[in-house]
């Protein structure tokens, strides 16, 4: 059975948290995935320190995409975990992280 790629590619994405004292925390970055094998691999940016960490071991059913992504940083560690779906160009989804659940929107700008 053929595997399907159509997630590929690179996505100009934001993360947007709603702050319990109104107002927004956005974060902006591209993100990068690709298949190996039946495997999802990439690259997400981060909430803090702009710079791109990869990943590998998600999943991707057609629709539902899945990962956990870890940072590292001099004075800290810590996982977010990404879970998704994929409509023609359109990603949408939620990014979980020690400071909480961020709304994930992101749009293809090249496979």
Known sequence: MAVDRSIEGTYKCRLRQQQPTGGDLNSYGEMVLFLDGE???????????????????????????????YYST??????????????????????TAPLGTYQLTGVRVKK
């Open 74 to 95: 001099p004075c800290q560690q810590w996982e977010s975990e990404v879970d998704g779906e994929l409509d023609g160009d359109t990603i949408t989804g939620t990014a």
């Open 39 to 69: 495997q999802l691999k990439g690259t997400m940016f981060p909430t803090y320190f702009w710079k791109q960490h990869c990943f590998r071991r998600g999943t991707w059913d057609g629709k539902h995409f899945h990962f956990k992504v």
